[in-house]
């Protein structure tokens, strides 16, 4: 019986009666014993002889010897068997389109293995919604049920493809009609990103709301606005039904405060506001929720202002002037310096030519330094006007946050420029140079080159040599082809 279920490839059954140490477990097929190895027990069986003991169990015969009496058994190789028989009979089962329950057996990223009766089908993450998914949604659990539709099989790859979602109709089918532009619709923020927030309109049907569609304000954040959970009411601004995208905006279902901000901020209007950002350029203040305008760096103060930042902080609440007011391009000009006394008619009033200033040298540049005279007004004393003695640079003789005493020989209300010298400190007034001629007489130098006439130096009253025609062009802000 055993060599005819041998040569059949047939199951027999058998009692475990004891354990071979190391190796294995002796088995009683009707009187003739087998050797079972351990590593053919099969997964469904325990391993401890005390379970195993008097259990009687399928069998499939590896080895069979009437000679040798050796009879080597499987419990392994029958589940195999009985595995391959139900495989057969499922994909013998299988049509596209068949409908089926099974049992979640893992989670992986990219999808879900649903036992379908014996075997693992995939429902690619792809096959889980109508939207795009990252990974599975933590809804689904390892061993719950789960519905499915057989999409396609392969029975010589032993592969089943799952879907969920076609269990349900394609809900982005038609969805322009049922969404046209300029509809208002109820929603709820399923997630909100960094450019935005997605609002969930049905099932598997979400549109983005983009973070200037927010609100009429300037968030950096989309998190200022919404948060996940927030049902809302927005307005459909386009459907693009083939590639499955809605834009949404939320700000426009409220009121637009810049439909009257050109009567409650007209030009001229002192307003109080808040700094919201700092740039190079400028302040942005907010003036109400969704309203900001605009300080320019060179409306901050009536002096020079490098950076914003110098003299602001953002979230510091301020004073401003309306200078302009642009509702179309939705912007407004405004100016902190304009509710401020101009320094610079103070000074005018205050200061004429041949008046001595003291101040500190506040900048050095190769052509000259800065010296503070009030708070808002610096003046320049010209390289030229440092020294009686010729200089290269004006760090040779003056240095930053150095105090010093200079006359006042130049005033230019037009460009708001003061003109400063320290040589003529003592002196008398400046008074137009003498010219004198090259000494050469405009004879050519050395290897025939005529001498430049820019090159002539003029003299002062006392006969002291001065500056060259070419300085005093420089000093004029001219240049030599002027």
């Known amino acids: 019986m055993l060599e005819q279920a041998f040569r059949d490839k047939t199951p027999v059954e058998g009692e475990v009666t004891n354990e071979v140490k190391n190796a294995g477990y002796h088995v009683n097929l009707d009187g003739i ?18 379970e195993l003991r008097g259990k009687r169990i399928q069998l499939k015969i590896l080895e069979l010897s009437r000679r040798d009496k050796n009879l080597v058994v499987s419990h392994k190789a029958f589940l195999k068997e009985m595995e391959e028989r139900r495989r057969q009979a499922l994909f013998e089962s299988l049509t596209p389109g068949q409908e089926i329950e099974g049992t979640i057996r ?50 010589g790859r032993s592969k089943i493809s799952l879907s969920i979602k076609r269990l349900r109709p394609n809900p ?51 998190k200022q606005v919404v948060h996940e959970g927030d049902p809302v009411e927005v307005m459909v601004l386009s459907c693009d039904e083939a590639a499955h995208r809605i834009s949404l905006s939320l700000r426009r279902t409220q009121r637009d405060p810049w439909e009257d901000v050109g009567a409650k901020y007209p030009a001229g209007q002192r307003v109080a506001g808040t700094v919201t950002k700092l740039t190079d350029f400028g302040a942005f203040v907010k003036l109400e929720e969704g309203v900001e305008g605009l300080v320019h760096v060179s409306e901050l103060d009536w002096g020079h202002v490098a950076h914003p930042r110098d003299v602001l902080k953002e979230a510091q609440p301020v004073e401003v002037k309306v200078l302009n007011v642009d509702s179309k391009d939705r912007r407004i000009s405004l100016s902190i310096r304009a509710l401020k006394t101009d320094p610079w008619r103070q000074f005018v009033e205050r200061y004429a030519i041949d008046d001595v200033v003291e101040g500190e040298i506040t900048e050095i540049k190769d052509f000259g330094a800065f010296l503070k005279i009030t708070d808002d007004v610096d003046g320049l004393i010209h390289v ?6 010729r200089i290269a640079t004006p760090s040779e003789v003056l240095s930053v946050g150095s105090r010093v005493q200079a006359k006042i020989i130049g005033i230019n209300e037009e460009k708001k420029q003061v003109r400063l010298s320290m040589r003529h400190l003592f002196g ?22 005529k001498r430049d006439r820019f090159e002539q130096v003029f003299l002062d009253e006392g006969g002291h040599e001065t500056l060259s025609m070419r300085d005093l062009l420089k000093d004029k802000g001219l240049d030599e082809t002027e």
């Open 428 to 449: 008398p007034p400046e008074v137009p140079p003498v010219a004198r001629p090259p000494r050469d007489g405009g004879k050519r130098e050395r290897g025939g080159k």
């Open 106 to 155: 893992s989670i992986v990223d990219f999808g879900l293995f649903v036992d379908i009766g014996g075997f693992e089908g995939l429902v690619h993450r792809s096959e889980i919604a109508w939207k795009d998914l990252p990974v599975p949604p933590a809804e689904y659990k390892v061993g719950a049920k789960v519905r499915v539709k057989v999409l396609d099989f392969d029975k």
């Open 172 to 222: 982005w089918e038609g969805i322009a009609a049922r969404y046209p532009a300029g509809t208002r619709v109820a929603g709820r923020v399923v997630s909100v990103t960094d450019f935005g927030a997605f609002v969930e309109l049905e099932k598997d049907v979400e549109g983005l709301v983009h973070v200037s569609e927010l609100s009429w304000g300037f968030p950096e954040d989309p």
């Open 384 to 389: 030229s006007e440092i020294s009686d003695q």
């Open 33 to 50: 014993r087998a050797f079972l190895p351990g590593s053919h027990l099969g997964s469904d069986l325990p391993s401890a002889i005390e």
